[in-house]
């Protein structure tokens, strides 16, 4: 089993402030983050879990999938959370030129805004997470002038990785969530099975201490 890092140590978040990496503030709001999808038996687990808790999320999707599963994407909207971007075609940083690279952003942005999805005031294209979680600078700098805000996170449930240990996953998560923890989870059916056992564990857990769960809504 490899050593899984669950959270970002604060001089890393230094390293790097133009991104978002938490919500500063004293009040007990935590802000569940679920990357990819839609995927359609996976997104509609997880609305049901956040429905249970009366918490709100957000979504960054992938626009491909949001080409193939439109109703899901429409589901997450109506139940009241954020869809945010999280590019087109989920590109791997390294490979692609910066042109490429933030076309497929837009692209994603295009789709999201193409009217086609209600309601509007739930989705916002430019807060955008980079996939994998890595972002050049230049790419970083280039999306930023166009009015993009880049959210990373500082917990990660490491659900997406199949050799997980999910009780040591969630006993990292419980000791460093904070107010304005950014968590990430997947909405992917590679992540499912760890998402399954970690997610509701954590909910009646921050629930228990009062903690409230709202969407990125509030950085806009
Ligand atoms: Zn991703």
Redesign the pocket.
Known sequence: MKPYLHYIPRFIQNLYPNYIWHIPQKEKIVYLTF??GPEPMVTNWILRQLKKYMAQATFFCVGQDIDKYPQTLTEILTAGHLVAN?SYS?LRTGKNDLNTYVADVERATNLLTSNNFLPSENIEARIFRP??GRIKKKQADTLQSMGYQIVMYDLLSGDFDVQLDTQKSIRKLKKHVNPGSIIVFHNSLKAFENLQIILPELLVFLSEKDFKFETLATIR
């Open positions: 990357d990819d999280h989920h996939p994998y």
